[in-house]
């Protein structure tokens, strides 16, 4: 038995360990050593387009990296946070990598019907979740949760769950994440903090595949 979670672009994505009592969950041990090992699991979980999600977060969670299989997306800019595309999932999923220097953060923001996946490469960074604005009258964003993501760990959202704003709080340390988005998406929506205004905005690469895409 299965739960349903999203259907988009034809993806499903179930939770099978909550739900089935003799699901094999063998793959708890398995442990991509590589960027290219999570890779190479990412792409054979959707050769189908039904996605265990357990699975997902299992191999994320799971992943050990070096700087050294980091450093083609690694860019840092003074003015903003830089995000680069990994890998295209074939159109399924988008792998990135983003970079924040000392004090960057993003604006709170939705995903646009898509799952995502965090997980903390370097650093510390904090994640407050806030409940999506009721858009009848002028209110500041409701905080629902805020913890602290060190080196390793794993976060999960899509917009059932609610926003989030992802901030580097260091004043003297730089933040790398990696992230997973299923399906990719290229907008989402941002959310002021004091009056709950939306605005759409477009998402862009600093890099895709270790090319630069524009002039910097
Ligand atoms: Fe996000």
């Not at 993806?11 to 442990?31: G, P, R, V």
């Not at 990994?86 to 960057?104: H, P, R, S, T, Y």
């Not at 999960?156 to 709080?169: A, K, M, Q, V």
Request: aromatic share 10%; charged share 20%.
């Amino acid at each position: 038995m299965t739960e349903t979670l999203n259907k988009s672009n034809e993806i499903q994505l179930i939770h099978k360990k909550s739900f089935d009592d003799n699901n094999n969950t063998s793959y708890l041990s398995i442990q991509p050593n590589s960027l290219d090992e999570l890779i190479e699991l990412l792409h054979n979980a959707f050769s189908t387009n039904e996605i265990d999600i357990d699975y997902i977060y299992t191999i994320m969670n799971n992943y050990k990296g070096t700087i050294n299989e980091w450093l083609p997306y690694i860019k840092f800019q003074s003015d903003h946070y830089t995000r680069s595309l990994v890998d295209n999932g074939n159109g399924k999923f988008n792998l990135m990598i983003l970079c924040w220097a000392e004090n960057q953060g993003s604006s709170i923001h939705d995903h646009t019907n898509s799952h995502c996946f965090l997980k903390c490469l370097q650093g510390t960074l904090i994640e407050t979740r806030y409940a999506w604005p009721t858009f009848e009258k002028t209110e500041s964003m409701h905080i629902f949760n805020r913890v602290e993501l060190t080196e390793g760990q794993v976060t999960y959202i899509n917009d059932s769950i609610g926003l989030h704003r992802i901030e580097n709080p260091s004043h003297t340390e730089k933040v790398i994440t990696l992230h997973l988005y299923i399906p990719p998406f290229d907008h989402c929506n941002i959310f002021n903090e004091h009056t709950s205004c939306m605005n759409e905005i477009k998402m862009i690469f600093h890099s895709i595949r270790e090319q630069l895409t524009r002039n910097e």
